[in-house]
């Protein structure tokens, strides 16, 4: 039977949404509605949601630390032999412990317990890859025969071959007999999911002392590496998230979090031919593959058939082991599981046709498979009872753990399976930099698999057909004046080499397709072994609302899309020419500053410039804004706009003329270091703090009061701020606003807090809940948000705001035509008028503004998820820049002098009588380039002749006549000079005869 035929859906896990920190009086972020699975004991992968705060630390300083927190070694720099036995820093226990109060090892115990195994074993090796935002090590242990240098040399160049020249390496035969299958488990990247870790230390012991020939000659012929715990900061306080309140297992292609970095590191250092990933618990013990959608830019024909086989595997080997209190799969059951041993385990692939899918990489798992690793996520069976487990839940957990690396490994160390998946990598590697087309596995093309097992055929069906994939030759990143952002252009290169995708700079201009790419400008040439990861990270993806009716996650992620840099797709992967000269880089230029003291400018465009621009708020640095967008930097920030410019990437310029001069423009507003008060969750906290705003005060409706109010400058509302009707809260919120204060914020909820004061009016409509992707919108040049457009964003779910009133602006609106442009977006359930859906928002507002005339207040609330995760960079920066608008207006920046240039000439303009003639004296007078308005002073011979007024209806050319004696006159003209323009002068001589 056929999973689409099946009728089998998947209703029961709840759907993963931004993670929360829930302030008071906030809306959680968690999509939810008629069209979402409600949250139940299957907690699985499950809400990316953090329910507790990272503790007494200030929330600002713990994102900011963990931001800048290094990976030991970047990259991971692995053994030169093995065994490799350092001395582990061991940490003290910790009351209370989440860990030891669930039944399972305390994070301080493994350093003990590995420093025993590293002693009484040579087959354990121990590196510190990392530390957690709290600062735990993060640990991995190679278990492996000894090597000696030369032979680890040997492995380290195999596995560069396979990468770097994977042509040769299909055909090295040295490598196929020699090479060591590496293969990873990872586990507790859940904090609050512990039994991997506890089996993972008894497999770590059993292999390291075992005499059973069949362990030791696996040993000889592979690496298993092992991660005890991803998130020991998670494992200790009993939270799903990290400490920083993200979900790790959402975060591993955007990395905010330290832990996200260090695994990205150890899957390039170990570039694993399997990786599974332990977490738990869906009821019954469940093993990857996924169901559809899968992935488009995997290679699937060589990903799904050892994967398949050795999900199969593990079915047979848990079942076998009949481990008391376990569960098995059973579809007919209420709960889809029994205690009686029926020989199932459940595999997404094969018993979920909707609702556990390998989409989207932003998973350890499906991140792992773009290495070329056959993956899986491992979800172990029994809940959590409350918030932890059990004496008695917990060792079967463990048990299952165990026995399915057993068998995982076991597979492993079949030596057919093992060069098959060897070559299977390779052959991942080969295609990439050959530059093949992609060819999407589809019900059509399955008959021409024939490697490896097959057992997966009987299950695929049309749901499971892969998206086609049109590769382009390139992506380029222009740079210059055909880049919105010339910040954010570099921080999207910074982070694709980060994950190791290839980049090049054009040597020289080149023109492809009739545009014209700057030298300098980057290119991401797709003829490279990670072009499936290149594309994954870069390409606009698929509207695939239609081909399930549930996604488990997002549907749509592109960097190139949402990260607020242009990027263009150039060509056809066919194409055998690459698009012009480039030269490879590893490192991003940094931004430059002039040495000399004067004015500064940059663009705010991009999040980098609000980084750069905050910086020097904070440190009391005069910044005025003009009309255009660009920030002006009083002379005495050169030094530090030297510093600014290597740390974020932003190009800071001399001010030219006209924007010195505009400093004096009523449309100029200088800037303050924003204090802003803030609801929401940890996105909007860690964004917010992301955006270089770290001056934050925490909102509690109920409660807020003048002096909790007091210096605040801008409130943003990531939920809900509705202070109850006649409450002093309300009354201090209310008279905030009476002196010019602000409402900002993203979602309904924002809306309904800044309608309740008056600020704007009209409707907000949310689609539904579980709708989301990258929309197309429109941004009025004229508006808040014009000066640096974007015409792409994300919603998770979509709000839109109609029937707007009297002072209501639409700053932004979703495309009237086709909004939806990549993702999974459905109407609402039932609906047969597409209301919840995508057609009901095109057209409408996505982005609203309201000002109060009279009292200054202002209004901003997004529609949009600018916020989500924190990943959509390019949407922080329009967040910013809504900030920056509704914020109060400081000093800023004082205005150089302008220079000033008086011209006089001096004519007889008649006939002498009496001794005197008359002399027709003009006057000009300007404030390049414009003509000058004042009073200029004119002397005959230094004797002061007449006060001139030339106003601005004199065009700076003022005239008049006067009547001088007989003789040479020396005619002078001055101005003097006031606050904003330099004097000057100028003279002449005139006869009078």
Request: charged share 20%; aromatic share 6%; glycine share 10%.
């Amino acid at each position: 039977m056929t999973k689409k035929s099946s009728g089998i859906v998947l209703t029961s896990l709840a759907l993963a949404a931004t993670t929360v920190l829930v302030s008071p009086g906030s809306a959680t972020a968690e999509p939810g509605g008629p069209s979402a699975r409600p949250a139940a004991a299957d907690q699985g992968r499950g809400p990316a949601t953090a329910r507790t705060a990272p503790g007494a630390e200030s929330r600002a300083d713990v994102a900011r630390r963990a931001a800048a927190a290094p990976v030991a070694g970047d990259p991971v720099e692995m053994p030169t032999s093995y065994p490799t036995e350092p001395t582990l820093r061991v940490y003290e226990d910790q009351e209370p412990d989440a860990a030891a109060e669930s039944s399972t090892i305390r994070f301080s115990d493994i350093a003990p317990k590995l420093q025993e195994l590293m002693a009484a074993s040579d087959r354990v090796s121990v590196q510190v890859v990392g530390q957690s935002t709290q600062g735990r090590d993060l640990y991995l242990v190679t278990v492996t025969a000894p090597e000696t240098t030369a032979e680890t040399a040997q492995q380290t160049a195999w596995r560069e071959q396979i990468k770097a020249d994977p042509a040769a390496a299909a055909g090295d035969e040295a490598l196929a007999a020699g090479y060591k299958t590496p293969v990873w488990i990872s586990n507790n990247i859940h904090g609050n999911e512990w039994e991997g870790t506890d089996a993972a230390m008894q497999y770590i012991e059993e292999l390291a002392t075992s005499t059973d020939p069949a362990v030791l000659d696996m040993l000889r012929t592979t690496r298993l590496y092992f991660s005890p715990t991803l998130n020991p900061d998670g494992r200790t306080l009993g939270n799903r998230a990290t400490a920083l309140g993200l979900d790790p297992n959402r975060d591993v292609i955007t990395n905010q979090t330290p832990e996200t970095k260090s695994f990205v590191r150890v899957a390039q250092a170990i570039q694993a031919v399997y990786a599974a990933d332990f977490h738990g618990y869906t009821r019954v013990l469940q093993v990857e593959p996924c169901g559809p959608p899968h992935g488009s830019n995997y290679e699937y024909d060589v990903y799904l058939p050892h994967n398949y086989a050795l999900a199969l595997k593990v079915e047979q080997d848990v079942t076998a082991a009949n481990i008391s209190g376990n569960t098995y799969y059973d579809p007919a059951s209420p709960t889809g599981t029994t205690l009686v041993n029926n020989g199932k385990i459940k595999i997404p692939y094969r018993d979920t046709p909707s609702g556990w899918d390998d989409f989207p990489p932003i998973f350890t798992a499906q991140y792992a498979a773009y290495y070329g690793a056959a993956s899986a996520t491992v979800e172990l069976p029994l809940p959590r009872t409350g918030t932890r487990q059990t004496a008695v839940t917990a060792p079967i957990n463990t048990e299952v753990a165990y026995e399915t690396m057993k068998s995982m490994l076991g597979y492993m160390a079949v030596p057919a399976n093992a060069r098959e998946m060897v070559q299977n990598q390779i052959e991942v590697f080969r295609r990439g930099a050959a530059g093949e087309p992609k060819v999407s596995l589809t019900t059509e093309n399955i008959n021409r698999v024939t490697e490896g097992p097959t057992q997966w055929k009987e299950h695929w069906d049309e749901a499971d057909d892969q998206e086609p994939v049109v590769l382009p030759r390139a992506y380029v990143i222009p740079v210059g004046g055909g880049q919105r952002s010339d910040s954010d252009a570099r921080a999207l290169v910074e982070q694709l080499l980060f994950h190791e995708v290839e980049v090049g700079t054009l040597d020289r201009a080149t023109t492809v397709g009739g545009t014209t790419y700057p030298a300098g400008s980057y290119v991401v040439d797709m003829h490279q072994a990670k072009r499936g990861l290149a594309n994954a990270l870069l390409d606009l993806g698929d509207d695939i609302s239609d081909k399930v009716p549930t996604m488990y996650d997002i549907s749509a992620w592109s960097l190139a899309e949402l990260w607020g840099a242009d990027v263009a797709k150039v060509g056809s992967t066919s194409d055998v020419e690459p698009v012009g000269p480039t030269t490879p880089v590893t490192t991003v230029r940094p931004g430059t500053a002039p040495r000399q003291q004067r004015h500064l400018a940059f663009p705010v465009a991009g999040l980098p410039d609000f980084q750069a621009l905050n910086a020097l708020l904070e440190e009391g640095i005069a910044v005025s804004l003009l009309e255009d967008g660009t920030a002006v930097v009083a002379p005495r920030a050169t030094a530090k706009a030297r510093e600014l410019a290597t740390t974020y990437g932003v190009d800071f310029r001399p001010a030219t003329g006209r924007e010195t001069a505009a400093l004096r423009d009523e449309s100029t507003k200088g800037l303050r270091d924003l204090r802003i008060g803030w609801t929401g969750t940890q996105d909007d906290l860690l964004s917010l703090t992301e955006l270089g705003f770290d001056d934050l005060v925490r909102l509690d409706p109920a409660t807020v009061d003048a002096a909790t109010l007091d210096g605040v400058d801008v409130i943003w509302v990531g939920g809900t701020f509705a202070p109850a009707e006649g409450s002093a809260a309300r009354t201090a919120v209310q008279e905030w606003l009476d002196e010019g204060g602000a409402i900002t914020g993203r979602g309904a909820g924002a809306f309904a807090s800044a309608a309740s004061f008056g600020l704007v009016s009209g409707t907000a409509v949310t689609g539904r809940r579980d709708g989301n992707g990258i929309v197309a919108v429109d941004t009025p040049a004229a508006g808040v948000l014009g000066d640096f457009p974007q015409d792409r964003s994300f919603i998770y779910p979509a709000t839109w705001f109609d029937g707007l009133g009297e002072g209501t602006t639409a700053e932004q609106s979703y495309d009237a035509e086709d909004p939806f442009l990549a993702g999974h977006w459905l109407p609402n359930d039932g609906a047969t008028d597409g209301a919840g859906g995508p057609q009901a928002a095109a057209g409408k507002a996505a982005a609203v503004s309201g000002v109060d005339e009279e009292t200054g207040a202002k209004a901003f609330v997004f529609g949009t998820s600018v916020f989500f995760r924190t990943h959509p960079k390019g949407m922080l920066s329009q967040a910013g820049t809504a900030l920056l608008w509704a914020g109060p207006e400081a000093r800023g920046v004082q205005a150089p002098r302008a220079a000033s240039k008086v011209r006089v000439r001096a004519d007889r303009a008649g006939q002498v009588r009496r001794g005197e003639g008359p002399v027709r004296i003009t006057v000009t007078y300007r404030v390049p380039p414009r003509a000058g308005v004042g009073t200029v002073n004119v002397f005959d011979d230094g004797e002061l002749l007449r006060r001139v007024r030339i106003d601005e209806a004199d065009r700076g050319v003022e005239s008049f006549t006067v009547r001088l004696e007989r003789g040479v006159h020396r005619i002078a003209v001055r101005f003097p000079g006031d606050g904003d323009t330099k004097g000057s002068w100028a003279r002449t001589r005139v006869r009078v005869r």
